[in-house]
Nanobody
Framework: QVHLVESGGGSVQAGGSLRLSCAASGDTTCLSAMGWYRQAPGKGRELVAG???????YYSDFVKGRFTISRDDATNTVDVQMNRLRPEDTGIYFCSGMKGPRCPDYGGSDYWGQGTQVTVFS
């Protein structure tokens, strides 16, 4: 029931900033949280940041103090502002929607976008 589309990826010099946006359609109100994951070259997918349906944000240690996640229920979007980017931030960034108990298909796999490439060069 939920479709996610990421945008905002690109190439930026180390120390610069990017803002990624995730546009959601469908019933996102049943989700327990939405967030961002990334997959760096040669590595598995890892959590970047998330935000609960109630608006509480959480971050992985490697982005704390640099990234800020936010959600706008009016536009049904979840953004992550990424500052002071480092080359190790390079990867494909995926938007995710984590199902909560109110979702009709709760217990099934979470929702995922198609991903957007972020490249940080020295």
């Amino acid at each position: 029931q939920v479709h996610l589309v990421e945008s905002g990826g690109g190439s930026v010099q180390a120390g610069g900033s990017l803002r990624l946006s995730c546009a959601a359609s469908g019933d996102t109100t049943c989700l327990s949280a939405m967030g961002w994951y990334r997959q760096a070259p040669g590595k598995g997918r890892e959590l970047v940041a998330g935000i609960t349906n109630g608006g509480s944000a959480y971050y992985s240690d490697f982005v704390k103090g640099r990234f800020t996640i936010s959600r706008d229920d009016a536009t049904n979007t979840v953004d992550v502002q990424m500052n002071r980017l480092r080359p190790e931030d390079t990867g494909i960034y995926f938007c995710s929607g984590m199902k909560g108990p109110r979702c009709p298909d709760y217990g099934g796999s979470d929702y995922w976008g198609q991903g957007t490439q972020v490249t940080v060069f020295s």
